[in-house]
């Protein structure tokens, strides 16, 4: 049968002039030359309803539910709203599927996730969704089962959407990069695959993500964009490379140095000596890696590594952006019962705001409500003064638990002290 | 449908060690430190002496099956069969010798993929769905991406900048793209238009009551039916009440602008990670090139390229010269709308006599 006419896209065409890589191409190349009629027809139907969008402003896509046999999320479903327009795109499904840990392929991978998804889908693929996932965009109500069932035959699985443990990130990390302070991967893994539940049904206040970066650089953005982030850091002294700090001196000279290294350290603890060395003050380093990232073959972690843990980031809606905050300021991750305390932490944490949190309500936005200390309660944390970036400042609390606080406090340094 | 289905296999997520390069599983953990020869290329070097070779180029990020499979046979070709994407969607591939660089790169260039992206460089925008595939979008993201890199091209392909540029897009004030060192957002200006017919029938109302941040939605019957008013003197055109309600259409052809904010940054280097804050709204969603928003972008990122100092993120850029000279430099101008009246307002008001003259 021969293809349908082309939709004339006069809109869209002005996406194809210009230097940068064009999705229109890539979608037409689908429309005109691909073997499987299927995906031709989709693509004309979907570049059709793409013009429309552009001429009218307005975005013709609806949700619904739909899901893979044994689950309750991990696709994002799409009606058209002008489906007798364009029919053959009338339904044009997402399916979610998780990476893995910082993102790696082989092409043979690629291949074959490529192949599987030209049988059952339009062709498109994007890797990654803003959440983490490769997005394969746009299948029938029928394909999405059996694209699911055969991508799951050989090692993927559907990842989070909706109100759920939603898929994980993690930076480039150990893989490549010196200034990785934790095994993303292991931590990435020991997580997701603890939560597998509740990343496939569903049943949470609101979406919940974990994130993972090697270093305070948060290349994975996590303090900002998840509900609980993991970051490497380490507590010893960063290890500094005279030699080849007179080397970086000598080739970019001592002004340098002070206007874009010792000038820059937010706590002032770095001093470059008349010999063209550095000393560091590291009990005043704040682990903000400006200077590492200056200095990179100089400068270095130090080798007592492990993971700071904040908890609460999210965007806008509905109360206002929210940063995670600190929970626990250091934890080592070294054994196996070190993961699987890490493990335990985030159970307890997802426990108490499941059973906390108001309906759509993320875990931030419950600590603002409830305050941080009723949630540190609540998770069975203590105190701890890496948490706030400054004491109190308002009197109008009731303090008459002051005396048994502060013995519990001496206690813990006592306890800590004879550990 | 229900016979012979087959249960899942829970795998969750899978296992990245077999899709890693060898060098980099050899050397897991292990780097010493790194180099930027050029742009859009980096080299690890390992304590055992190993090294690995990192060249990243960005596509149109929508694949379509010809171009991905283009991608894997320049992986296949000229790296060594392995491709590591980045979080704002560029490929990097990795070879173990230098020898392999310039033809991978002049293959990748040959293909039309662009070369770049990395240190003190304009990354690829991180962007979202928009009208392609998103259910509650009031513009496009693919396009205002395309539109906004082929003026941008240069800077993603060299490194002139302070620091490195990390942008974004988004298509609703939900923002997926995320906090950045430019996002440009939708900004609506009027509250939803809602379809009574249809409100008792597709909305559970109690649940879009909820979810408006200012309480402006109410029960109401309308024409004897159920539905739900929106008080406009409150409501602050958000559009939360669109996603849990579909009849309360918030997008509008003219009046869903695009609002540009800047200084948001992830990272702890220097300063604590920072949100990005408002610069310019009320700027036209026009599609297909949305001309009026890249000028305004470009006209800040060349303020910030002439002015800041090298390292200086856009926000540490803001901070050192002040909000005020922000504004001047960049000719963009400043109106009531910018000053926060949200919950904690207070901390971004200025009480002190710090003021530059």
């Known amino acids: ?419 | 449908m229900a016979l012979d289905m087959r249960s899942p296999i829970e795998s969750g997520c899978p296992d990245g060690f077999q899709y890693m390069h060898p060098t980099m599983r050899r050397n897991y953990g292990l780097w010493k430190y790194h180099e930027h020869p050029r742009p859009g290329v980096l080299v690890h070097y390992a304590h055992s002496g190993e090294e690995i070779w990192t060249v990243k180029c960005a596509t149109q990020r929508i694949l379509d099956s010809f171009t991905l499979r283009t991608l894997c046979d320049i992986g296949d070709k000229y790296a060594d069969g392995y491709i590591h994407f980045t979080i704002r969607s560029n490929v990097e591939y990795v070879v173990d010798t230098e020898e392999k660089v310039q033809p991978l790169i002049d293959a990748i260039e040959a293909a039309g993929f662009i070369v770049g992206g990395t240190a003190n460089s304009i990354a690829t925008l991180s962007h979202t769905q928009g009208w392609l595939h998103c259910d509650i979008p009031a513009t496009d993201a693919s396009g205002v991406v395309k539109s906004m890199m082929d003026e941008l091209i240069n800077e993603f392909k060299e490194c002139n900048m302070p620091n490195r540029v990390h942008m974004s897009t988004s298509c609703c004030q939900i923002n997926c793209g995320g906090s950045s060192d430019i996002a440009i957002n939708i900004q609506h200006t009027k509250p939803p238009r809602i379809d009574h017919t249809q409100v008792g029938n597709v909305c559970e109302r109690p649940s879009v009551v909820a979810r408006c941040p200012v309480a402006a939605i109410r029960p109401a019957m309308v024409d004897g039916k159920p539905s739900l008013e929106v008080d406009e003197k409150k409501c602050i055109c958000c559009g939360a009440c669109f996603p849990p309600c579909p009849p309360m259409q918030i997008n509008d052809a003219e009046h869903s602008k695009l609002a540009i904010w800047v200084g948001g940054n992830h990272s702890n280097a220097r300063g604590k990670p920072t949100f990005q804050r408002l610069v310019a709204a009320g700027v036209p969603n026009n599609p297909p090139r949305w001309p009026e928003v890249t000028a305004i972008v470009k006209k800040i990122l060349n303020t910030y390229k002439t002015d800041a100092k090298d390292w200086e993120r856009m926000n540490d850029w803001i901070e050192r010269i002040g909000w005020p000279q922000f504004f001047e430099k960049t000719g963009l101008p400043f109106t009531k709308y910018h000053i926060d009246n949200w919950r904690g307002a207070r901390n971004s008001l200025n009480a002190s006599t710090h003021i530059r003259f």
């Not at chain 1, 759920?164 to 993690?170: D, E, P």
């Not at chain 1, 490549?176 to 539940?197: G, P, V, W």
């Not at chain 1, 700090?245 to 470059?272: E, H, W």
């Open chain 1, 1 to 419: 049968m021969a293809d349908k006419k082309h939709y004339d896209t006069p809109m869209l065409d002005e996406l194809e002039n210009g230097p940068w890589p064009s999705f229109i191409s890539g979608i037409k190349h689908l429309r005109d030359d691909h073997e499987n009629g299927t995906i031709r027809g989709v693509a004309n139907s979907l570049l059709g309803q793409l013009e429309h969008s552009y001429e009218t402003r307005k975005g013709y896509w609806k949700g619904g539910t739909i899901s893979v046999y044994g689950y309750g999320g991990g696709i994002i479903p799409r009606f058209s709203e002008v489906g007798d327009q364009f029919v053959e795109s009338k339904e044009f499904h997402t399916l979610r599927v998780q990476p893995p840990a910082g993102n790696y392929y082989t092409t043979d991978m690629l291949r074959q996730l490529s192949e599987s998804w030209e049988k059952y889908g339009s062709g498109l693929i994007t890797f990654h969704g803003q959440t983490g996932n490769i997005m394969f965009i746009g299948t029938t109500n029928e394909n999405i089962q059996h694209f699911f069932d055969e991508v799951n035959e050989y090692g993927w699985d559907l990842g989070g959407a909706g109100p759920c443990v939603r898929t994980g990130m993690s930076c480039v990390g150990m893989a490549r990069c010196e200034q990785s302070c934790c095994n993303e991967h292991a931590i990435h893994r020991h997580l997701m695959n603890n939560f597998t539940d509740d990343v496939h049904r569903p049943a949470l206040p609101y979406k919940f993500k974990f994130k993972v970066s090697g270093c305070p650089n948060d290349c994975q953005n996590s303090i900002e964009r998840s509900d609980f982030a993991i970051i490497g850091t380490w507590r010893d002294d960063m290890k500094v490379d005279q030699e080849e700090v007179k080397a970086f001196i000598a080739k970019k000279g001592r002004q340098y140095v002070i206007d874009n290294v010792t000038t820059r350290c937010p706590s002032d603890c770095m001093t470059l000596n008349d010999d063209d060395t550095l000393t560091i003050d590291n009990s005043n380093c704040v682990r903000c890696m400006h200077c590492l990232n200056v200095m990179n073959k100089a400068l270095t972690p130090g080798d007592d590594r492990g993971v700071t843990i904040l908890i609460g980031g999210k965007r806008t809606l509905k109360i206002g952006d929210l940063m995670g905050t600190v929970i626990i300021p250091f934890k080592k991750l070294d054994t196996m019962e070190d993961y699987e305390e890490l493990v335990e932490l985030a159970e307890e944490v997802i426990d108490f705001w499941a059973e906390n949190g108001l309906e759509h309500e993320r875990c931030g936005e419950m600590i603002e409500r409830i305050g941080l200390v009723n949630f540190l309660e609540g998770i069975g944390i203590e105190v701890d003064l890496n948490m706030i970036a400054e004491p109190r400042q308002c009197s109008y609390i009731r303090m008459d638990g002051w005396n048994e606080e502060a013995t519990k406090w001496f206690e813990r340094k006592a306890e800590e002290a004879s550990a």
